[in-house]
């Protein structure tokens, strides 16, 4: 039993960091390294047919899968980078990285709309000749590419791999608004239709960009993981840990936008064994509230010492 000096001190316990499963790192490295390589493949292809039919629903698509590109390269080095282990440094290890790197691509995303905003109204005043049909071929493949890299990401569950995600569904449709657009050319004539819906594609990824943005920044500023609820942490641990009287300081937020971080301190009833507490605390933040990590401050009740309590 810890003496009274110790009880208004104030104790810190944290829970051993569970070691991070490699394959869980391994299987979203390779899903991004897949969709990578399908979307490097067929920038080029999307740039030349976007030239050669000149069509800027096409471009503004080519640059978009170049951008992609280099986003996923950025998460796939990300994913690397957070399997180092912690240091002197960076005690919590490196996996910020992953919703830095998410930040950094929703800020390129919103570049690029805004690129394809001025080139679109510039086709408005002056709407040039397109090759509908070559426009349409290479859209069509450009989609199948698009679809095959969204699929390659799936049961993605990290904010880096949800960002490269949101990445290739833009990209998905922007090829159909691109084969959209090579359809009415062809029929109607309509060349109006190319810059037409490349606005319509800029709208849908500048939302993407934005919430992909807001939510990389949420993380980075610690803030509570997105659908977590704070009071669930009393609620989870009240009449289930032996001798707790009350949590306050309660602190939480995330590594890398999934699972919590926790801090909290916890008031026990004098006489109540700490040992049994903490395990019980740790147990049910772990179980309930899906926690990564807790460190939890012992105290007797109502000997809090640390302002603002």
Do not use: K
């Not at 109204?121 to 397109?130: G, T």
């Not at 001798?243 to 801090?263: A, C, K």
């Amino acid at each position: 039993m810890h003496s009274r000096a110790s009880h208004l001190r104030g104790e810190h316990h944290h829970a051993p960091d569970r070691p991070h499963p490699g394959h869980g790192a391994d299987a979203g490295g390779r899903r991004l390294t897949t969709a990578l390589v399908i979307l490097g493949a067929f920038t080029v292809v999307e740039a030349v047919g976007g030239y050669f039919a000149n069509s800027l629903a096409l471009l503004a698509e080519a640059v978009h899968m170049l951008a992609d590109s280099a986003s996923l390269l950025l998460a796939v080095i990300a994913v690397r980078v957070s399997q180092r282990p912690a240091d002197v440094r960076r005690t919590y290890g490196h996996r910020r990285y992953q919703p830095l790197a998410a930040f950094v691509n929703g800020q390129a995303l919103l570049l690029l709309t805004l690129w394809v905003v001025y080139q679109a109204i510039l086709r408005l005043m002056h709407p040039p000749a397109v090759n509908g049909r070559l426009m349409l071929s290479v859209a069509l493949i450009g989609g199948v590419a698009n679809l095959a890299a969204f699929l390659a990401l799936s049961g993605s569950r990290s904010l880096n791999e949800r960002s490269a995600r949101a990445h290739v569904l833009n990209d998905l449709l922007g090829s159909g608004a691109a084969s959209a657009a090579a359809i009415l050319i062809l029929a109607r004539g309509w060349s109006v239709a190319d810059p037409l819906l490349s606005l319509l594609v800029a709208g849908l990824i500048s939302h993407s960009a934005w919430v992909l943005t807001r939510e990389a920044a949420d993380v980075l500023l610690e803030g509570v993981p997105r659908g977590f609820d704070v009071t669930r942490i009393e609620a989870e641990l009240m009449g289930h840990v032996p001798g707790l009287v009350g949590v306050h300081h309660v602190h939480v937020w995330s590594m890398t936008g999934e699972r919590p971080t926790i801090t909290l301190h916890a008031n026990l009833a004098a006489g109540t064994e700490h040992g049994v507490a903490i395990a019980a605390i740790h147990a049910r933040l772990a179980a309930g509230l899906h926690c990564e990590h807790a460190t939890v401050q012992i105290e007797e009740e109502g000997s809090c010492g640390t302002p603002p309590c």
